[in-house]
């Protein structure tokens, strides 16, 4: 049974930074393109940042580019999301997602991804 925990959420002022991660087990990471994935009060979950399989391929939103990075530890199991000068509009539940993929395809929508974690909250104060 595939299992994904996001953890590393929380409360940062304006400008400030915070590292998420999202373990996965019952699956073998380096098989699966990963993604993350965001969700504000009264709004469609977002696509935030993915990477492929390799890590070579990393596609991100326009309002994230230059501020987040998505980097994975296939040893460790482990997809990490870098997030760097976080603004107000940045605040959202943060959702961790999976799917078997070929080795440098990144996947974009909702829809190719057919694992997901329960969601970790990043709230982001003016």
């Known amino acids: 049974q595939v299992q994904l925990v996001e953890s590393g959420g929380g409360l940062v002022q304006a400008g400030g930074s915070l590292r998420l991660s999202c373990a996965a087990s019952?699956?073998?990471?380096?098989?699966?393109?990963m993604g993350w994935f965001r969700q504000a009060p009264g709004k469609e979950r977002e696509f935030v940042v993915a990477?492929?399989?390799?890590?070579?391929?990393?596609s991100y939103a326009n309002s994230v580019r230059g501020r987040f990075t998505i980097s994975r530890d296939n040893a460790k199991n482990t997809v990490y999301l870098q997030m760097n000068s976080l603004k107000p509009e940045d605040t959202a539940v943060y959702y961790c997602?999976?799917?078997?993929?070929?080795?440098?395809?990144?996947?974009?929508?909702?829809?190719?991804?057919?694992?997901w974690g329960q969601g970790t909250q990043v709230t982001v104060s003016s």
């Open positions: 019952g699956l073998t990471l380096s098989l699966y393109a």
């Open positions: 990477i492929s399989r390799s890590g070579d391929s990393i």
């Open positions: 997602a999976a799917a078997r993929a070929g080795y440098s395809v990144v996947f974009t929508t909702r829809h190719d991804f057919g694992s």
